[in-house]
């Protein structure tokens, strides 16, 4: 349904720009998430989507397009560049953010046309009234993502008031040197918590808060709107999940992404769709972690393929082979 809109309606204008198809369709699969779901399910599904972004290699805007692999990068083009909506989300806000997107497919020079990514920018920074090439420049041209190491100290001023430092200390990266973002701060004290969002763009920067209660701790962007790694604080565990395969539809393989919460024994198999067996990938013990496994219609299988719909299944069993951990079916289609 998103692509009607992002891919149809308004279609990338060469390949470089993938990301304005394939992101914006996945970030459509995040908000039919929040519809049904509430906020939660919304949370749960960028989440994920942030975790195989952290393992994109290279810009978003595609530098090879020579290579089918390079263009249709699940981990760039469609989570990175999902990732990236949901942070100008954060960036701008609900209601600027929604009156982008609608006003973004209905500009008429580019309606039932093709864009790139300088047209979106253009009506993100025309409708959000400030200059966003910052946020442009280095999460659709650069590289990776900001990671964190945090620090903080607290002081008493007086009976009232105390004073709590933070330090943001970024690590050296190559394209952008360093991120420049709004970042939330949550500090927790006895009498409650208290929010102040700050303009991250040093490398090395401290900021001074003063509150009126004594601070005990505090939390880097709590909502989780900015792809990153923090270190000096608690660090969300991650969940089992088994993600939808990339490219779908598909011909002659694809990709599978799956999470594990703890180790166990994983077993992953393809059925055509009257349940019988086709194949199965993986049957082993792994630690906890991300993993991907590629399938192929031809030389996995051993069989010659129809068109059609299959289904691929995760079930991971604790390393006692006794309680089943997580299971989960998803659909994928072959196209010859």
């Known amino acids: 349904l998103t692509h009607q809109w992002f891919g149809d309606k308004i279609t990338c204008r060469n390949w470089e720009n993938i990301w304005l198809n394939e992101g914006f369709a996945t970030f459509g699969e995040a908000i039919y998430n929040e519809a049904v779901n509430g906020k939660t399910g919304y949370n749960e599904f960028m989440k994920f989507r942030m975790s195989d972004a952290k393992n994109a290699v290279g810009s978003i805007y595609v530098q090879d397009v020579n290579s089918i692999n390079e263009i249709f990068s699940g981990n760039r083009s469609y989570a990175k560049g999902c990732v990236v909506l949901h942070m100008l989300r954060g960036v701008v806000g609900d209601s600027t953010f929604f009156r982008i997107l609608r006003n973004y497919s209905l500009d008429t020079s580019i309606a039932y046309n093709t864009a790139v990514t300088e047209d979106f920018q253009r009506v993100a920074e025309k409708v959000h009234g400030s200059d966003l090439n910052y946020f442009f420049t280095q999460w659709i041209y650069g590289e990776n993502y900001p990671k964190y190491n945090v620090s903080w100290s607290t002081e008493s001023i007086n009976t009232n008031l105390y004073r709590a430092s933070v330090n943001l200390f970024q690590t050296a990266n190559t394209n952008p040197a360093f991120f420049t973002m709004p970042v939330n701060i949550k500090i927790i004290t006895q009498r409650g918590d208290t929010s102040f969002t700050v303009f991250n763009n040093l490398r090395n920067q401290t900021f001074d808060f003063i509150i009126t209660s004594k601070p005990v701790s505090f939390k880097i962007d709590p909502e989780n709107l900015i792809l ?50 086709i194949t199965v990938l993986k049957d082993e013990k792994q630690r906890e972690g991300n993993y991907s496994i590629r399938f192929d ?5 051993g069989k010659i393929l129809s068109s059609g719909i299959y289904f691929y299944k995760l079930e991971a069993r604790d390393f006692d082979d006794i309680d089943i951990l997580f299971i989960e079916t ?7």
Do not use: C, H, W
């Open 297 to 301: 219609a031809f030389s996995l299988t």
């Open 330 to 336: 998803r659909k994928m289609i072959f196209i010859k």
């Open 228 to 277: 990153k790694t923090v270190t000096g604080e608690d660090v969300v565990p991650v969940s089992f999940a088994l993600e939808q395969n990339y490219p779908n539809p598909f011909n002659p393989s694809t990709n599978i992404n799956y999470r594990l919460g703890k180790p166990s024994i994983v077993k992953i198999k393809v059925f055509d769709i009257l349940g019988q067996e």
